[in-house]
Structure formats: structure tokens, C-alpha cells
């Protein structure tokens, strides 16, 4: 089984400022690691995504993170924050080889950018 | 075409209607996934169908019915609801087997039971 704590359940921040919003992961087995989005009223959208290689992974908007196996943490950041990055951010966990992406999620971080 | 798409967007239903939320794909996905999100809550998996059949029930109540007539198609049968199955109910598919990586989700279905 798989669990993912999410540190922050809010993080605000002033527009252009950097942001991180913290992840960590425990699981007896190797995981993919993902964060998704979600804007309010809408799915969830995939914003990156660590499989394998390097522990550095850029996503789309400007997100990028960190995984680090050492810390089982997986912390996502971007440098400067725009008004339209206000949403529900999602860490999530996958077990690697299962056949299936059914998906662990952490409980989620509101980040709520303000001018 | 990445796209995973729900209808209907917004479902109001008493608790002695039937209704059936749909999800389409068409990225040859063989897995497709049912989640359940209440408000201010992470998604929690459903079900799993893999090659249109059932592959994973997370106990959900026999209320809430699947059913996967095609590879592309995914329905969610409701029969019975109660107030508290309100949520957004989200569909997922992804590809099965040693090519799994990720999951892409549709924009869900606000249901609301009254």
C-alpha cells in the first residue's frame, strides 16, 4: 500500500513570487510520481510526472520538481506565479508495474495566488 | 486526441431516479477508471475495468453500477442515490499493462441527490 502526505493543505502567495508545495510519499514498493491540477469545477489535469532517470522534471505552466528516493519526497516548484496558477494541486503515487495507473493521492494543496 | 470526455457535466437526481454518467475515450486506452471526489477532498478510486472487464472494485455500494460496453466507452449506472453520493465523479483511462504510465481524466460530472 501506498500513502502521500501533503504538508501544506494552503499555501498563499503574492503574484511573481516562487512557490513550493511540499510532497512526500511512503510505499513498500516502486511508484511513479505525478502532481496534478485542478481548477475549480473541472478534472484534473496532469501537470508532471517522474517514471525514471533524472530526478529533475519540468512539466508544463513552468512547474517543475524534485523527486528525491532518499526523503521519499517529491516537492514541486515554480520560480515566478501567475494570478491563473490558483488552484487545488494533487501529489500523487502509482504503483510501478501494476499494469494499471490507479492512483494514491495526497489530500492537496490549495495555492492561491493574490496581486 | 488526449481527451477523456464526460457527460453529462451537471446531474441533479432524486433518490428513486436512474441515471447513467458516460465517459468516452479515444487514445486506445484499455484501461479506464471511475473516481469519486467530494468537495475539499482528493479523488478516491471506484473501479477499475481493464480490456472491458472489471478488474477492481474499491467495495463501492451495489447503488452505483459500471459497465464497459466498449473499449472506448465506460458507463456509471445510479439507482437509489443518497444525499451524501453527491460529488464530482470523475472518469480516467490510461494504457494497460507494461506500457502504463499515467492517467488522463476527464473534466467529471457534478452530481448533486436531492
Known amino acids: 500500500a501506498q500513502s502521500v502526505t501533503q504538508l501544506d493543505s494552503q499555501v498563499p502567495v503574492f503574484e511573481e513570487a516562487p512557490v513550493e508545495l511540499r510532497c512526500n510519499y511512503s510505499?513498500?514498493?516502486?511508484?511513479?510520481l505525478f502532481w496534478y491540477v485542478q481548477y475549480p469545477n473541472q478534472g484534473l489535469q496532469l501537470l508532471l510526472k517522474?517514471?525514471?532517470?533524472?530526478?529533475l522534471v519540468k512539466g508544463i505552466n513552468g512547474f517543475e520538481a524534485e523527486f528525491n528516493k532518499s526523503q521519499t519526497s517529491f516537492h514541486l516548484r515554480k520560480p515566478s506565479v501567475h494570478i491563473s496558477d490558483t488552484a487545488e494541486y494533487f501529489c500523487?503515487?502509482?504503483?510501478?508495474?501494476?499494469?494499471?495507473?490507479?492512483?494514491?493521492f495526497g489530500k492537496g494543496t490549495m495555492l492561491l495566488v493574490s496581486p | 486526441d488526449t481527451e477523456v470526455t464526460q457527460t453529462p457535466k451537471h446531474l441533479v437526481m432524486g433518490m428513486t431516479n436512474k441515471k447513467s454518467l458516460k465517459c468516452e475515450q479515444h487514445?486506445?486506452?484499455?484501461?479506464m477508471y471511475w473516481y469519486k471526489q467530494k468537495a475539499k477532498k482528493p479523488p478516491e478510486l471506484m473501479f477499475v475495468?481493464?480490456?472491458?472487464?472489471?478488474?477492481i472494485n474499491e467495495s463501492v455500494p451495489s447503488r452505483f453500477s459500471p459497465e464497459c460496453p466498449n473499449s472506448s466507452l465506460l458507463n456509471l449506472h445510479l439507482h437509489a442515490l443518497q444525499p451524501e453520493d453527491s460529488a464530482l465523479y470523475l472518469c480516467?483511462?490510461?494504457?494497460?499493462?507494461?506500457?502504463?504510465?499515467?492517467?488522463?481524466f476527464g473534466q467529471g460530472t457534478r452530481l448533486t441527490v436531492v
Open positions: 475495468y481493464s480490456y472491458e472487464k472489471l478488474s
Open positions: 510505499s513498500s514498493v516502486s511508484v511513479y
Open positions: 480516467a483511462s490510461s494504457q494497460e499493462g507494461a506500457r502504463n504510465t499515467e492517467a488522463f
Open positions: 517522474y517514471l525514471s532517470g533524472s530526478t
Open positions: 487514445m486506445g486506452h484499455r484501461a
Open positions: 500523487a503515487v502509482s504503483e510501478k508495474g501494476s499494469g494499471y495507473s490507479t492512483l494514491t
